[in-house]
């Protein structure tokens, strides 16, 4: 096994009740933009890229949760890397350019490339990833498990398809009994996997709109 399919491994065995590929994606997302806030700012290549793809709300927002969560960071990186893309857009204003900036975004791309690095190498190592997945407390998210899923040989299809229908019914299971337990006759307290199904479910069924159906 290479990197990738030790880290795969890893973030399966440690998941609670989250998708392994969502979280490896979202730690080398983190490790971009903490790069991007300390090492990158000055990059002329890297202000280049920022110019031209620009960055969408998603991706701004998740900048500052970040910047929020890692103060030793400062703010002035972040505020240098702001004046240089409103620089470009004021000049786009000032020659009544093309004011269309496409859909393009700096950290959607490289999001995308993490994903589609993560979710290949499920695929590619699944003869030797299906049993630790089956007895972990890691659950797919819905849009990851469709494209493993539908790129599967026939071998491994129903396995997979039978784990992972196991697993949501457990999670549904834990969520019909939290629910239960907002009865007022309840004298029994949350456990921990149910506070951690409320908690996982909204992230395991959202859609990825952004990104997995354009994977190949």
């Known amino acids: 096994m290479g990197l990738v399919e030790i880290s795969l491994k890893d973030a399966i065995t440690h998941a609670k009740l989250e998708c ?15 790069s991007l806030l300390y090492e990158m700012v000055n990059d002329v290549t890297v202000r280049s890229e920022l110019r031209s793809k620009g960055l969408c709300r998603r991706h701004v927002a998740r900048i500052e949760a970040y910047l929020s969560r890692h103060m030793e960071l400062g ?5 240098i890397i702001y004046s240089d893309l409103l620089e470009h857009l004021a000049e786009l ?18 999001e995308r490339t993490f994903e589609l690095l993560y979710a290949k190498a499920f695929l590619n190592s699944i003869g030797e990833l299906l049993d630790l997945y089956r007895s972990s407390q890691a659950v797919l998210c819905f849009d990851h498990y469709a494209f493993v899923f539908s790129r ?58 952004h990104h997995w159906r354009r994977l190949k």
Request: charged letters at 30%; hydrophobic letters at 35%; one cysteine or more.
């Open 93 to 110: 204003l000032e020659n009544h350019s093309d004011l269309d900036r496409g859909s393009s975004c700096f950290l959607c791309e490289k």
């Open 75 to 79: 703010y002035m990186g972040l505020a």
């Open 20 to 34: 392994p590929i969502c979280s490896l994606v979202g730690k080398a997302l983190d490790s971009t933009i903490d």
């Open 152 to 209: 599967l040989k026939n071998s491994f299809r129903e396995t997979f398809k039978a784990i992972q229908l196991s697993k949501y019914k457990h999670l549904i299971e834990l969520l019909n009994s939290f629910v239960k337990k907002h009865d007022y006759r309840n004298k029994e307290s949350f456990t921990p996997e149910e506070l951690a199904a409320r908690k996982s479910a909204g992230k395991l069924i959202a859609k990825n709109l």
